[in-house]
């Protein structure tokens, strides 16, 4: 599967934002989505995941409350909508997906990425 994230921008602080993923593949359905955030000079962060069904949701401890994950499988897409966004909240947002939906918090247990996209909470 390929994934191509979108939706990155400059965002006011307390505003809110939607992160798009379109994947490419016939088996999207079949793959566990997420959404990671890498800071300048932190390691890659998990945000939001869920299972092939859309169950099993989990949520970073940063972002329970404001974020929210979503896919439309007829669509080939997965969302993350942002709100109460805080200057904290900076990072490149990456999508990724995988077959396995384990160790979800940990990236290497992602092996399909897109290529990130930025978002900037300004003060």
């Known amino acids: 599967v390929q994934l191509q994230a979108s939706g990155g921008g400059l965002v006011q602080a307390g505003g809110s934002s939607r992160l798009s993923c379109a994947a490419s593949?016939?088996?999207?359905?079949?793959?566990?989505v997420g959404w990671f955030r890498q800071a300048p000079g932190k390691e890659r962060e998990f945000v939001a995941g869920?299972?092939?069904?859309?169950?099993?949701?989990y949520y970073g401890d940063s972002v329970k409350g404001r974020f929210t994950i979503s896919r439309d499988n007829a669509k080939n897409m997965v969302y993350l909508q942002m709100n109460s966004l805080e200057p904290e909240d900076t990072a490149v947002y990456y999508c990724?997906?995988?077959?396995?939906?384990?160790?979800?918090?940990?990236?290497?247990?992602?092996?399909?990425w897109g290529q990130g996209t930025l978002v900037t909470v300004s003060s």
């Open positions: 593949g016939r088996t999207f359905s079949s793959y566990a």
């Open positions: 990724a997906a995988a077959l396995y939906y384990v160790g979800v918090f940990d990236a290497r247990n992602w092996p399909y």
């Open positions: 869920f299972n092939r069904s859309g169950g099993n949701t």
